[in-house]
């Protein structure tokens, strides 16, 4: 991404779901400014670090790295939940 290797900047302006950015805290490869900026550039982003971790989280730390991914889909579960349940009482109402 950095050196021109991938240009994924159009791409990244195209994704409009709920998405998460999990990234290695001493990531040496890509700098944490970039999930940062990612994190930006993403409408609907969430940002979520590893400690102790470099640039492969899911190889690095497995269980902290799914324990992430397992928070931010049930988080997505509950929001949809949540979202089905204002709907009901919408329609109820009227």
Partial sequence: MITGGYNVINQIKQV??????LWGEDDGI???KQAYRLQQELPSAILRQVGQCGHIPHVEKPREAAKHVLDFLEGDSLDKADQASSLSSTLVST
């Fill in 30 to 32: 890509i700098s944490n």
């Fill in 16 to 21: 409009k779901q709920k998405c998460l950015v």
